[in-house]
């Protein structure tokens, strides 16, 4: 396959002393959707944070188009994350903006396009998350599934190699859900940009995925092409895709020391 | 023992917390000269800022420091009075205020006006990730949100304080008439006359310098805030707390120097 847009080797986070990714390698190729699962606590979010430069990986490397991200300078970081767009779970709109000063504001700071191709641009991209004629309201004025939504919108602003959602579908009611894992899959079609998507919806990841990278407690447990993963019979794996209860502790002495880390 | 512990962790804490103030004030300088942002579009922000938090003050700030004007009057013709010396109200008032109440009140107002909104608008957006999302897309934080505050604040402190600087002495100058003492021309003529341009170019000087600490203070706060909405609230307390707490130790190294500087001039 073609070079690697996206690989990490043996990356290692850390927030203080806790450790949550334990060594994660893998690669991520031009044009393909990878659909990052896994539960609570699994180190997903920690993961893409990683991936766009929010936290700094502790050991290991991440590369983003050949550029390692955590040894990178601020203006190299800069012109990697002018090539990438990240959809956040909440939104993340600036609340003191309109939805089309939001969408605007990458392309208002960094090109130097005149403003009347711009307000055609924040059109154009809000009529493709079917949100035409809202650029005038404010983020609060908009429902949860309007404001990700716009998110999509802004991230989609600078036209980027690489787009990251950061939980879709979470919190939404099925229909929206459904039009919001449509609208990645016609981003997909017509764009054939690289997409990392982190979710824990089961049915959303199969449906949008070209591979599947499920995560356990920092750990990869599975990689693959979605049917692979579907398939599989290791039984973390097959815990996490039929929805089966963690009921026992699986060790014995890591349930005792849970209760007695940290105390001296 | 333990106390002494406590004593120097709590020095310790402070003195880190006053050199994380200079870290930001140096990288917004540095940002301000070698902005990654558009300049026009970062003087935009800083207009947006300075009408917010410099022209949004001047009614409430005209209105104490006059009132403080009128006090300064009457508590200083309450004694004047006994020596008979009420000629000497103007000076009183105007190096009074000019020196030490202008620049101070401004900065108290201000504090509450802007510092505290400055804290809870950047603790906001770290709540709701908006700062991460402003990271993402290539706007340094600082750069976008913190550079134009400290411009809009170095600017119009100093031009607070000097209209605060008249009002006050307006305040003064009504006291002085309606008592009878003075008329309008003589109370003019009698501030004149006791104020040089020293007593206006050091509380000029102070309320720059409390601007920038105010900012400073508040942005700090900001971006330290937690997740949750209580800890949105705690910051803007500290920034309110803290930002006082500053300009008034600033104020006292101020005045000490200038005190000392006088001494051997």
Same mark, same amino acid.
């Given at each position: 396959?073609?070079?690697?847009?996206?690989?990490?080797?043996?990356?290692?986070?850390?927030?203080?002393?806790?450790?949550?990714?334990?060594?994660?390698?893998?690669?991520?190729?031009?044009?393909?959707?990878?659909?990052?699962?896994?539960?609570?606590?699994?180190?997903?979010?920690?993961?893409?944070?990683?991936?766009?430069?929010?936290?700094?990986?502790?050991?290991?490397?991440?590369?983003?188009?050949?550029?390692?991200?955590?040894?990178?300078?601020?203006?190299?970081?800069?012109?990697?994350?002018?090539?990438?767009?990240? &959809? /956040?779970?909440?939104?993340?709109? %600036?609340?003191? +903006?309109?939805? !089309?000063?939001? $969408? =605007?504001?990458?392309?208002?700071?960094?090109?130097?396009?005149?403003?009347?191709?711009?307000?055609?641009?924040?059109?154009?991209?809000?009529?493709?998350?079917?949100?035409?004629?809202?650029?005038?309201?404010?983020?609060?004025?908009?429902?949860?599934?309007?404001?990700?939504?716009?998110?999509?919108?802004?991230?989609?602003?600078?036209?980027?190699?690489?787009?990251?959602?950061?939980?879709?579908?979470?919190?939404?009611?099925?229909?929206?859900?459904?039009?919001?894992?449509?609208?990645?899959?016609?981003?997909?079609?017509?764009?054939?940009?690289?997409?990392?998507?982190?979710?824990?919806?089961?049915?959303? &990841? /199969?449906?949008?995925?070209?591979? %599947?990278?499920? +995560?356990?407690? !920092?750990?990869? $447990? =599975?990689?693959?092409?979605?049917?692979?993963?579907?398939?599989?019979?290791?039984?973390?794996?097959?815990?996490?895709?039929?929805?089966?209860?963690?009921?026992?502790?699986?060790?014995?002495?890591?349930?005792?020391?849970?209760?007695?880390?940290?105390?001296? | 023992?333990?106390?002494?512990?406590?004593?120097?962790?709590?020095?310790?804490?402070?003195?880190?917390?006053?050199?994380?103030?200079?870290?930001?004030?140096?990288?917004?300088?540095?940002?301000?000269?070698?902005?990654?942002?558009?300049?026009?579009?970062?003087?935009?922000?800083?207009?947006?800022?300075?009408?917010?938090?410099?022209?949004?003050?001047?009614?409430?700030?005209?209105?104490?420091?006059?009132?403080?004007?009128?006090?300064?009057?009457?508590?200083?013709?309450?004694?004047?009075?006994?020596?008979?010396?009420?000629?000497?109200?103007?000076?009183?008032?105007?190096?009074?205020?000019?020196?030490?109440?202008?620049?101070?009140?401004?900065?108290?107002?201000?504090?509450?006006?802007?510092?505290?909104?400055?804290?809870?608008?950047?603790?906001?957006?770290?709540?709701?990730?908006?700062?991460?999302?402003?990271?993402?897309?290539?706007?340094?934080?600082?750069?976008?949100?913190?550079?134009?505050?400290?411009?809009?604040?170095?600017?119009?402190?100093?031009?607070?304080?000097?209209?605060?600087?008249?009002?006050?002495?307006?305040?003064?100058?009504?006291?002085?008439?309606?008592?009878?003492?003075?008329?309008?021309?003589?109370?003019?003529?009698?501030?004149?006359?006791?104020?040089?341009?020293?007593?206006?170019?050091?509380?000029?000087?102070?309320?720059?310098?409390?601007?920038?600490?105010?900012?400073?203070?508040?942005?700090?706060?900001?971006?330290?805030?937690?997740?949750?909405?209580?800890?949105?609230?705690?910051?803007?307390?500290?920034?309110?707390?803290?930002?006082?707490?500053?300009?008034?130790?600033?104020?006292?190294?101020?005045?000490?120097?200038?005190?000392?500087?006088?001494?051997?001039?």
């Amino acid at each position: 396959m073609a070079d690697a847009v996206i690989s990490a080797s043996d990356l290692r986070v850390r927030y203080g002393e806790r450790e949550v990714l334990h060594g994660l390698t893998f690669e991520i190729f031009h044009g393909e959707t990878v659909v990052v699962i896994g539960g609570s606590g699994s180190g997903k979010s920690t993961l893409l944070r990683t991936l766009v430069g929010l936290e700094k990986p502790f050991s290991g490397d991440v590369r983003i188009k050949g550029v390692d991200i955590g040894r990178a300078s601020a203006r190299e970081m800069d012109d990697i994350r002018k090539k990438i767009g990240l &959809a /956040f779970q909440g939104g993340a709109l %600036i609340g003191s +903006l309109p939805v !089309g000063e939001n $969408i =605007a504001l990458p392309l208002l700071e960094h090109t130097s396009l005149k403003p009347t191709t711009i307000e055609v641009m924040v059109r154009i991209k809000l009529e493709q998350v079917g949100l035409s004629g809202f650029e005038n309201y404010n983020p609060a004025q908009l429902s949860g599934g309007m404001r990700k939504r716009a998110a999509f919108a802004r991230a989609l602003a600078m036209d980027p190699e690489i787009l990251f959602f950061d939980e879709p579908s979470a919190g939404l009611d099925p229909i929206t859900a459904a039009g919001i894992d449509g609208l990645i899959l016609d981003l997909k079609e017509a764009y054939s940009m690289t997409m990392v998507v982190v979710t824990h919806e089961l049915a959303s &990841a /199969f449906l949008i995925a070209d591979r %599947i990278i499920l +995560l356990d407690r !920092g750990n990869i $447990i =599975a990689m693959g092409p979605a049917q692979e993963v579907r398939d599989s019979q290791h039984p973390r794996v097959r815990q996490f895709l039929d929805r089966v209860a963690d009921t026992t502790q699986d060790d014995d002495v890591d349930h005792l020391r849970m209760f007695t880390e940290g105390l001296r | 023992m333990q106390f002494v512990a406590e004593v120097g962790a709590a020095s310790e804490r402070s003195v880190a917390y006053v050199g994380g103030l200079a870290q930001l004030f140096g990288k917004s300088l540095r940002l301000l000269f070698l902005s990654p942002l558009k300049r026009s579009r970062l003087l935009q922000r800083a207009e947006h800022q300075a009408m917010a938090a410099g022209v949004g003050a001047l009614p409430i700030i005209s209105l104490i420091t006059f009132f403080v004007g009128v006090i300064i009057a009457l508590q200083g013709a309450y004694e004047l009075q006994r020596l008979g010396a009420m000629q000497l109200v103007a000076s009183l008032v105007s190096i009074s205020i000019t020196r030490e109440l202008g620049p101070l009140v401004t900065a108290i107002v201000v504090i509450g006006r802007s510092g505290s909104a400055f804290a809870a608008e950047i603790g906001t957006m770290r709540v709701t990730e908006e700062l991460d999302a402003l990271e993402t897309m290539a706007l340094d934080p600082v750069a976008f949100l913190v550079v134009p505050k400290f411009l809009a604040m170095a600017v119009m402190l100093p031009c607070l304080a000097i209209w605060s600087d008249f009002m006050g002495v307006l305040g003064g100058c009504v006291f002085g008439i309606v008592s009878g003492n003075f008329t309008f021309g003589s109370y003019v003529i009698a501030t004149r006359d006791a104020l040089v341009a020293h007593d206006i170019t050091t509380g000029i000087v102070k309320a720059l310098v409390f601007g920038l600490v105010i900012t400073a203070v508040g942005c700090q706060e900001g971006f330290s805030t937690g997740a949750g909405a209580e800890e949105v609230g705690r910051s803007t307390t500290s920034a309110v707390v803290i930002s006082i707490l500053l300009v008034i130790l600033i104020d006292l190294v101020f005045t000490i120097l200038f005190y000392l500087a006088r001494g051997t001039a």
